[in-house]
């Protein structure tokens, strides 16, 4: 058995859901979403930064002050490769002048042997540094490289 609808229901339908839709008010649409405050490091172009790379040192080492002030933080890649034991301590260090230095952040504390690893900084200064504090003078090869992002 196959029954269709009469035509004069299917039309009685039709207007019953056409006058629903004119009849009930329609609401003003959600107010739109709040436009999002960006991360540190969700904006900007990031910069890579090279504080040392793969350099032999036997002495207590400074590397070159980059000024990193436009960055809010600083992801930090360190290698310390030691041929020979050579405690080292690894300090991220910045200043707002370029002369003065702050006492900094270990990066790594009394290093004895080979050692790798990564960390995320705050930039807060202008002028951003790493000292490699060594306690011999054997020759060890240190790198510490990065991204610094907005």
Known sequence: MNKQIPLYMVVILALFF???????????????????IAAPGAAGTPANIVFFDRQAIAADTQAPALSLGAY?????????????VNTTTLTFQTSCTGREWDAGVAIVS???????????????????S??????????????VLGIAKQ
């Open 130 to 143: 790493v000292l490699a504090d060594v306690a011999s003078t054997d020759t060890i090869t240190i790198t």
């Open 72 to 84: 809010n933080r600083l992801d930090i890649q360190y290698t310390i490769d030691q041929g020979t």
């Open 110 to 128: 009394a290093n004895a042997a080979d050692a790798t690893g990564v960390l995320v900084l705050p930039n807060s200064c202008r002028y951003q």
């Open 18 to 36: 056409l006058a629903g839709t004119f009849y009930y008010p329609t609401l003003a649409a959600p107010p739109a979403a709040p436009t999002p």
